[in-house]
Structure formats: structure tokens, C-alpha cells
């Protein structure tokens, strides 16, 4: 079998950051054979699986994540010479950047405050909806173009021969909408959703006109149906200042931060439970919810971060240890990897890998693209999947002039495998059948298969992970280097009499224990080849004088 399908079928992600501790799944110990332990078919696969799943851990770890920015293309955007759309103007810094709302197009996009992607693939483009509390601005992005095109504003949808004026938005086919805190946007299928946080109302819309060729909705959205009001928790279509919005197979969620709770209804906004979050989150104040890829639902607080199942009967929490004071603003599931999640702050963009939310990939170096550190995130970051990357768009301010980054971004692995597809022995190859005799050439044939396992991995590894810190701190990707000769030497290993059960050996828990510590020394002495190094930057000496 090819071990990239094993790690498929056992479901193991990449998931390996810089300066992360690798320690293999099972240890020493817990694969021995212990002095009172009976020996059986079943406890001794139970062993050899141990042994199988150290081995599929270090192959996994031969990629590593680096926080170091896979940006292939980088702007801001600017106001072009015509009146309905704004350009990429690369290479400038904060003080240069030109409002993007000096054409009085949307005089508040200097202070967007959320924004989303809706895409239509037969279109080759795509849109973004931003808002900023009570007003919806509409652009469309060509991806063959380099520049924004102003579509219309909400205001604008159908307006039919009324006339409407801010906040008194009109929505279209005959039904008024009012808007003052928009607060989350979603999608499903052909819907769009739009919450309202002190208004207290969820809004449905038709867009399939943005996300299909149709002529008659042709970029409109058309409204379908709206719930809400001011509620407490045990109210199923009310709300308290209702500040996220989440989506999965088909289902809503609606983080209700006033009530402390999360509420789920059916795309027909129909209520199905509420799952009251106060227990959990104590004194915490809830800000964003989000769904990964497997339905697991993250509640994002301004301390901690919360990891639950699709139906709330799991919980995990993770501790936010703040960067210089940095208040966390929003969670949003990356397009391009479903393993990969970005965390918001008002000062930087944390990547963070679902498998293991407590600790962060990486974060943007923002600095280098020209963003100066006292830089202002607005509560606005937009994803949109191309060519398997992340389309990240950013949108900040300084001294009140707005501006939108624009980022590539991808899962930025690095290898030190010659080559990722090879065969090995399935773990259904490494397991003794319960009809066989425990004998020692039937525990023998399965131990020379996981030692060729290992050999055959061995042979594909030419290098060892270099990381450095840079002069802020950051741990970054350096490089690779070769193996020195006494790191060769360390995993030169080789099927030998001492790996194997003799003929005349009884099959014992003693004599088994010899084998399983050969393979785990192996396994060890691997481990340390894949653990990165980490280089100081290096210091400017400084001459002390003593008084």
C-alpha cells in the first residue's frame, strides 16, 4: 500500500509548525509488555499497533508549517482614476496609501468592519460584500482584472420607484429591511444571510444571482424571509445582540452573545436547539463562532477559545495568550485547507491548524509588506479558495485612512522526503491473524515487515528542518541542511539477529520486549533527525562600561 493512502485511511493530518515538541504518540512504556500480562494474538497486535502509528507520526512530521508568508502577489488598494472602482497599488507604505473612500463612492470603507466572498465560477469572478454597521457596499472582482468594480449598494438592490434613505435600507421585492449593526454575514447554497446585532434579526436572501448565470437576478439579492426581535436564551427566534454567524451541512448557527448561547435553525430558518454557552464560558464574553470542514464548532471569547462537537456533547478549551495586548476579534476557517484556521486581532492575523487550536502556526509578519505596527485590523478578513490557495484580503486602517491587503496564502508545507508516494506494509500486513499460533517466525514475519517499513522511510529522508529567530522574535523558516555523519550513523540501522525472536526462544512477554525496544530506539533515534533547529538571530555586540 502507498503511505500516503494509510495516513488517508487512519485520517492523520499535516499539522507540524515551527518550534512545535514532537513526542511519538505512544511511548516506551505504554508499548512494553508488562510483568503480569498474559501473552495473546490480541494484546501483542495491540503492541505492534502502537509501534505502526509511532511510524505514520514521524512520517507526517517530515513536512513542517512555516509562518514565513507564501505571498506569490501583494498590494493595497487605491482609487483609481474612474468613479466606480479602486486598484492594487504595490510596494507603498502606510503614509502613502490613498483613502480608498475619497470618491465618495462608500464614504465608510475606510471603516469596513466586515466583509465577505460570494464567487460565481461560470463568471470568473467573484464579489465582496463589506459593511460597515448599517451600510452594504457590493464590488466585483474579476480574476483576470486588477481592480475592484463597484456593483451597488444595498440600497440599490431593487429599488423599484421608491427612495430610501440610510438606515432605512431597502432590500427588495416590496419589503423594507432596516439595518443599524451589521454584525456576520453567511452562505449556503444559493442563500445569503445578514445579522443584525441591534436590531436582533437574522435575514435571509436569494443570491443566485452572484453565485450562478441567471439574467433575471443578475447580481441582486432578493429577500426571502427575516426572524428576530429582542429575546432572551429561551426564546428560539430572538436575539441579544447576536454577534456571529456560523454554517454547516446545511444548518445555521447563531452565536446570541447577549444570551450567551448558541441557537441553530435550518436553512428555512427554522429553530432546532439552542445550546446555552454560559456554563462554559463563565464570565468570558463569547465574540465569533465558526464551523470547520468536520462540523466542530469554535466559540472565540475574549480569553480563551472553545472547541466543541457537532451536537455539544465534547469540549476542549484553549487559552488566547495575547500579543502585546492584542484583543482577538474573529475566527474564520481558511477556503484552501481544511485544516487550517486564521484568528483576527486589531494588531495580527494568527494561523492556527484545527487538529490543535492552542497553538499557532504562525502570524503574519505584516511588517514586511509595508503595514506599520500601529496599524488598526478593522473586524474585516475575507477568504476566497483559488487554485488551492487562500485569497486573503485584509482590511486596516491608520489615521483614519483605510486601505485592503491582499494576500496569497497557502498551507506553506516544506519536506525533507526525496520522495512523499512509496510502498509499505498496510497495518493489516503487521497484524497477526487470530487463527495463527503465536511462534516466533509467525511474530518474526510481521516484525521484518514494520523494520522494512522503517527502512523504507529511513532511505527517503535527505534533510533536517533550520529555523531561526528573527530580530522581533519570530520563530521563522530557514531552511534545510544534510544530515551530519553522526546523525547518518544514528539511524543506519539494519535488519539484524537481535530484532528477531530466535528458533529456540520461547515466545515470552521478556523476549517480545526485546524486539519492541529495538523498534522504538529506532523510532527515537528517527524523531530526533525530524526535530528542527532553531538558530538565535545574531546579536550586535555591545561594549559595557562599568562605572
Avoid at 502606510?94 to 466572498?117: G, H, M
Avoid at 454557552?277 to 468570558?284: E, P, T
Wanted: hydrophobic share 35%; net charge neutral; with cysteine.
Amino acid at each position: 500500500m502507498n503511505i500516503s493512502s494509510e495516513l488517508i485511511i487512519s485520517n492523520i493530518k499535516y499539522d507540524r509548525y515551527l518550534n512545535d515538541t514532537l513526542t511519538l504518540p505512544f511511548q516506551l512504556n505504554d508499548i512494553l509488555f508488562q510483568p503480569n500480562d498474559t501473552v495473546s494474538c490480541n494484546l501483542v497486535n495491540i503492541k505492534l499497533k502502537h509501534l505502526y502509528d509511532n511510524f505514520l507520526y514521524l512520517y507526517k512530521n517530515t513536512l513542517i508549517s512555516s509562518n514565513v508568508l507564501p505571498v506569490t502577489s501583494t498590494a493595497i488598494a487605491g482609487i483609481s482614476a474612474g468613479a466606480t472602482n479602486f486598484t492594487w497599488y504595490k510596494g507603498l507604505s502606510t503614509s502613502q496609501f490613498i483613502p480608498i473612500s475619497t470618491n465618495n463612492l462608500f464614504p465608510n470603507v475606510d471603516n469596513t468592519n466586515l466583509s465577505y466572498i460570494l464567487s460565481n465560477p461560470s463568471k470568473e469572478c467573484y464579489y465582496m460584500f463589506l459593511s460597515y454597521k448599517n451600510e452594504i457596499k457590493v464590488f466585483k472582482f474579476n480574476k483576470n482584472a486588477s481592480y475592484f468594480e463597484n456593483v451597488y449598494s444595498i440600497n440599490e438592490i431593487d429599488p423599484g420607484n421608491k427612495s430610501y434613505t440610510s438606515p432605512n435600507t431597502y432590500v427588495g421585492d416590496g419589503y423594507d429591511v432596516l439595518y443599524y449593526n451589521i454584525t456576520a454575514f453567511a452562505a449556503i447554497d444559493n442563500y445569503f444571510f445578514i445579522l443584525d446585532a441591534e436590531r436582533n434579526q437574522l435575514v435571509k436572501y436569494d443570491a443566485t444571482g452572484f453565485v450562478k448565470t441567471n439574467n433575471i437576478l443578475n447580481e441582486r439579492l432578493v429577500f426571502v424571509n427575516t426572524i428576530g426581535n429582542y429575546g432572551s436564551k429561551e426564546s428560539k427566534v430572538e436575539f441579544n445582540s447576536p454577534t456571529g454567524l456560523a454554517s454547516y451541512n446545511k444548518f445555521l448557527y447563531v452565536l446570541d452573545a447577549g444570551n450567551s448561547c448558541v441557537k441553530k435553525f435550518d436553512i428555512d430558518l427554522n429553530w432546532k436547539y439552542t445550546y446555552r454557552l454560559s456554563k462554559d464560558l463563565l464570565n468570558l464574553k463569547p465574540i465569533d463562532i465558526s464551523c470547520d470542514i468536520e462540523g466542530n464548532i469554535y466559540i472565540l471569547t475574549d480569553k480563551k477559545l472553545f472547541k466543541y462537537n457537532n451536537t455539544f456533547t465534547t469540549k476542549e478549551a484553549f487559552e488566547l495568550n495575547t500579543i502585546n495586548g492584542d484583543i482577538f476579534k474573529k475566527i474564520i476557517m481558511s477556503q484552501a485547507e481544511s485544516n487550517v484556521f486564521f484568528l483576527l486581532t486589531n494588531k495580527n492575523v494568527l494561523k492556527r491548524f484545527t487538529s490543535n487550536p492552542g497553538i499557532d502556526i504562525g502570524k503574519y509578519l505584516l511588517f514586511l509588506f509595508n503595514y506599520d505596527l500601529e496599524n488598526d485590523i478593522n473586524n474585516a478578513l475575507s477568504l476566497y479558495k483559488d487554485n488551492n490557495n487562500d485569497l486573503v484580503f485584509l482590511f486596516s486602517k491608520n489615521n483614519n485612512t483605510g486601505k485592503i491587503g491582499f494576500f496569497i496564502d497557502n498551507i506553506n508545507l516544506y519536506d525533507i522526503l526525496a520522495q512523499r508516494d512509496f510502498d509499505i506494509y498496510s497495518l493489516k500486513d503487521t497484524t497477526i491473524n487470530g487463527d495463527e499460533y503465536l511462534q516466533s517466525w509467525v511474530i518474526n514475519k510481521t516484525i521484518s515487515k514494520i523494520l522494512i517499513n522503517h527502512m523504507r522511510f529511513r532511505d527517503q529522508i535527505i534533510g533536517k528542518f533550520i529555523a531561526r529567530q528573527d530580530e522581533k522574535g519570530n520563530v521563522v523558516f530557514d531552511n534545510t541542511r544534510y544530515l551530519l555523519i553522526n546523525e547518518l550513523d544514528s539511524i543506519n540501522f539494519q535488519q539484524t539477529l537481535s530484532n528477531y525472536i530466535g528458533a529456540n526462544e520461547l515466545v515470552t512477554s521478556g523476549v517480545l520486549n526485546r524486539c519492541i525496544r529495538n523498534i522504538y530506539n529506532i523510532q527515537a533515534n528517527l524523531l530526533n533527525i525530524l526535530k528542527s533547529e532553531i538558530l538565535n538571530f545574531p546579536t550586535l555586540d555591545i561594549p559595557i562600561t562599568l562605572n
